[in-house]
Every structure is written in structure tokens, then in C-alpha cells.
């Protein structure tokens, strides 16, 4: 997911696109996946 919404923010997708991905529960296969370097978990809340 991640990587197909910096694919919008380039420039190369539009973001109804996105919308249409997002709606298949077991993944799209235009979905641009972002490599794991750099994703971090920064925080857990528990209420």
C-alpha cells in the first residue's frame, strides 16, 4: 500500500486507483509494494 501511494505522489498513478486496490480484500496485483528498509514502528498505545 505504501509503496503504491508514493507511486501517486510521483506522479505516476492516480488516486482513484488506489480507491479501486483498496477495496479487494485480498490485495490487488497492481499494488505496488515498498521495500522494508526505512518502515519503522515508532509507537503502541493501548487504551
Do not use: T
Amino acid at each position: 500500500m505504501v509503496g503504491s501511494l508514493l507511486e501517486v505522489g510521483y506522479g505516476r498513478r492516480q488516486p482513484d486507483e488506489i480507491r479501486a486496490m483498496a477495496k479487494v480484500v485480498q490485495g490487488h496485483p497492481q499494488m505496488v509494494k515498498a521495500p522494508p528498509q526505512g518502515l519503522f514502528l515508532v509507537d503502541i498505545q493501548y487504551n
